[in-house]
């Protein structure tokens, strides 16, 4: 069987023949109808990383190696992929239907890693469920969408993740402070400060080091943007791609291309570089002239993130929320209810009328 058929196969329930879903926290399939659980075998290679400069320049950055099954989400553009069979699905994004005779294949290329999910949905709701709870001035209506599972989406989100040897070549100054006594007048009379300044000295040098694992969001910026203490993943967590693990979860295709995706990770290299300058420059403060970066050896994977997402409509807004699924670490903006607000303010006016009237 080939990969294209092995990613698209229905893993069925050795015992009564119901679909079978990775269960989070493992490395297993399970039923939910009889119990049975299956084991994913480990794959006998670690994740690949992939020659950068093979794809850009000789591949191409369109290049795929397997086709992928997608919903193309016609209100927010959002690619989604699903493993297992359905009849009918919501958009994670703006729970818009998506409608399986709509299906596409396309290219991709394949995954070499994922993070595994660690939380179930039961666990998941559990702590979106605890935060809502302690939020003040909530609408009764989101305290109750915290009661339903439906509303909590586990979803595999893309990352390219590049790795380059650096090295960087530079000028420009080093600057030491330094402080004087000055003497200025008041209308107290003369009075004396201390005045801070900066000796400037010129500076060059090169610098060289190992860049690991630069994370650039493969998903588009103009549906959500995870906050950033969400969008966190131990990569220690990566095991080699298996669609098994994609089972029961939905899997979104990267529209960032490779080529984007790495113009995006030189600006972060770039960012590296001119910190490893500063402190090579040493001193106070520093002044970066020119500095010559170049990236050797670089490669690429293309990996896969889990996080759920929960997505509330609330006075014409849309209100997102994200739990990363490897920490549970939940963000989120949230609405807040007039009605609960004035009637507290109406309450506090009021008893501070009464003290008033008592207090004459």
């Known amino acids: 069987m080939d990969d294209i058929q092995q990613s698209e196969y229905k893993k069925a329930c050795a015992n009564c023949g119901a679909e079978l879903k990775f269960k989070p926290g493992s490395h297993q399939l399970a039923c939910e109808y009889c119990g049975y659980e ?3 075998e480990a794959s006998k290679t670690s994740f690949e990383e992939l020659e950068l400069e093979h794809y850009l320049k000789i591949v191409g ?3 795929y190696t397997e086709t992928i099954e997608l919903l193309h989400c016609k209100n927010c553009g959002a690619n989604q992929h699903v493993e297992e069979n359905y009849k009918s699905l919501n958009c994670v994004y703006c729970s818009e239907p998506l409608i399986r005779e709509d299906i596409e294949k396309e290219g991709w290329i394949l995954p070499g890693a994922l993070v595994p999910f660690q939380l179930d949905a039961n666990r ?10 302690k939020i003040w001035f909530a609408p009764n209506k989101l305290k109750k969408a915290a009661l339903v599972p439906e509303g909590l989406h586990g979803l595999y989100m893309p990352y390219w993740t590049f790795d380059a040897n650096l090295f960087a070549s530079y000028q420009g100054q080093r600057g030491d402070y330094y ?11 003369k009075r004396t400060r201390r005045v801070r300044k900066t000796r400037w000295t010129y500076a060059s040098g090169k610098v060289n080091g190992f860049v690991d694992d630069i994370l650039i969001s493969a998903s588009e910026k103009k549906r959500i943007e995870i906050p950033s203490t969400v969008a966190f993943w131990n990569l220690k967590d990566l095991v080699v791609f298996n669609s098994k693990y994609l089972s029961g979860f939905v899997t979104e295709k990267y529209t960032v291309s490779l080529k984007e995706g790495h113009r995006k990770s030189f600006q972060e290299a770039k960012s590296i570089a001119y910190n490893w ?6 001193g106070d403060t520093q002044r970066i ?4 970066i170049r990236l050797t050896d670089e490669k690429f994977k293309h ?17 997102n929320f994200y739990i990363n699924g490897q920490t549970g670490v939940l963000s989120g903006n949230r609405p807040y209810s007039f009605w609960k607000i004035f009637f507290l303010v109406i309450f506090i006016l009021a008893i501070i009328t009464i003290i008033a009237i008592f207090a004459k």
Do not use: C
């Not at 998941?124 to 709870?133: H, L, R, S, T, Y």
């Not at 990996?303 to 849309?318: A, E, M, N, Q």
């Open 38 to 40: 299956e084991f994913i």
């Open 289 to 292: 002239a020119n500095a010559d």
């Open 179 to 189: 402080y004087e006594t000055q003497t200025y007048n008041s209308n107290k009379g």
């Open 124 to 133: 998941a709701q559990a702590i979106f469920k605890e935060w809502v709870g």
């Open 61 to 63: 950055e369109n290049a």
């Open 303 to 319: 990996i896969l993130l889990p996080i759920y997402l929960s997505s509330y409509r609330y006075d014409g807004k849309d209100f």
């Open 277 to 282: 300058i500063r402190r090579d420059m040493g």
